[in-house]
């Protein structure tokens, strides 16, 4: 056979595409494993008192037996089939019961306000005290600061994230909200690095999530995206990107009642986050509905909020915001009405691929791996045991987490 190009050609394009795959692989290593919680909860630091996980819990189990107390009245507020809302309802009191929250943030933000430095000072130290003296703590925890966009809110920012982190001892989770500029990530990641020196941690544990609450942090002020370059300016310590509702619909000009997580406003922010973290190993979050589950409002409230979170699972967010305790009776209702309905499908669909056998779809290698990430998923929140995993698909935990991470079970 005759050719035209010589190996020396080839070797010299080779070489120049072998620095663009390695590039690319540091850039977008695909996700790291572990549990992503399904939910953030924040409560205000001087409201951090005792065990507020089993607080939210016992507070969210009483609204529940309060105003649905069957699974005939969870089937006729969410609009479920009998058979599903018997077995959502059961999960629902179980899962409140045994782990209410699964990650919480402690908020010195918006939630806490201005106070005293001497008044935040010392909520920062006895909330980290508390939190290190749990028995039994959520599976995620830590704080929300205030953002760095001025002298005074960046001052005190660092203030509390020292007072907390340096009292703990050891990372916490970190919330950097209201970014605005590249220069506001570079900067904690300086202040992350100079604490770890001076506590002793390994090099990256304290890591962050950005709160995109503003529009500055999808388009900046060139016209650039924003986000791709937080994420090289994070240096590796970015773990999420935590959409803001209201401040960020605020921010776009629009009047208090379009303010929600339905609006198109939010779908193009929410888009760019999806795009812009594809690859990297950053998790995303939704944000929280202001339509709280509380007086003669909590039917209707649930029944938003459950649509919210639905909404949000359809569009690849698989964590959202919680204010309030009742509405945890939701966010954990839409989780397993969402898996329980997949389950059947995606395993068998899963099964087929593994197994290599003929069927009406072709499923690729990353669909593949799309489906056992659903069914971990499914099985880190509680709406799937791993007995239901092997009985459905025939696979172990373990093979099930090797398929979600593309290797070979």
Not at 47 to 59: C, I, P, T, Y
Not at 99 to 114: Q, T
Not at 274 to 283: D, H, K, L, M
Not at 370 to 376: K, V
Request: net charge negative; with cysteine; aromatic share 6%.
């Amino acid at each position: 056979m005759r050719n035209s190009l010589d190996g020396s050609m080839l070797a010299a394009v080779a070489r120049r595409l072998s620095e663009v795959d390695t590039t690319r692989a540091a850039r977008y290593p695909g996700d790291a494993g572990g549990r992503q919680p399904v939910h953030t909860c924040y409560v205000p630091a001087d409201r951090v008192n005792g065990d507020v996980a089993a607080e939210w819990g016992a507070a969210a189990l009483a609204t529940l037996r309060d105003h649905a107390p069957r699974a005939g009245d969870f089937a006729a507020l969410l609009g479920l089939p009998g058979e599903l809302a018997e077995a959502v309802h059961a999960k629902v009191v179980a899962k409140l019961s045994r782990e209410p929250v699964e990650d919480l943030r402690i908020d010195f933000e918006d939630g806490y306000g201005a106070r005293p430095d001497a008044d935040e000072d010392a909520d920062a130290v006895r909330s980290a005290e508390l939190v290190a003296g749990w028995a039994d703590p959520p599976p995620s925890v830590g704080i929300r600061f205030k953002s760095f966009d001025t002298r005074a809110l960046f001052e005190r920012g660092a203030r509390t994230l020292d007072l907390f982190v340096t009292a703990l001892g050891r990372a916490p989770v970190l919330t950097l909200p209201k970014v605005t500029d590249v220069a506001q990530v570079g900067a904690l990641v300086e202040l992350l690095t100079l604490l770890e020196e001076r506590l002793e941690l390994d090099t990256g544990a304290l890591r962050f999530e950005i709160q995109v609450e503003t529009t500055q942090s999808i388009v900046d002020a060139e016209g650039r995206l924003a986000i791709p370059r937080f994420l090289t300016a994070g240096a590796g310590r970015v773990s999420g990107l935590h959409f803001g509702t209201y401040d960020y619909t605020a921010g776009c000009g629009l009047s208090a009642a379009e303010q929600h997580l339905a609006h198109a406003a939010c779908d193009f922010a929410r888009h760019v986050m999806q795009v812009s973290a594809a690859g990297t190993g950053v998790r995303l979050s939704d944000g929280s509905s202001n339509v709280l589950p509380v007086g003669d409002g909590v039917r209707e409230a649930w029944q938003t909020h459950f649509g919210l979170v639905q909404r949000s699972l359809a569009h690849g967010f698989y964590q959202g915001w919680d204010m309030h305790p009742a509405q945890l009776v939701t966010r954990y209702a839409a989780n397993f009405v969402y898996y329980l309905r997949n389950a059947e499908p995606d395993a068998r669909r899963l099964r087929t691929y593994v197994d290599k056998k003929s069927s009406g779809v072709l499923d690729e290698p990353a669909t593949a791996q799309a489906l056992a990430m659903s069914l971990r998923r499914a099985l880190d929140c509680g709406a799937l045991s791993a007995e239901d995993i092997e009985r459905l698909c025939g696979l172990t935990e373990a093979e099930l987490a090797a398929l979600a991470h593309r290797e070979t079970p």
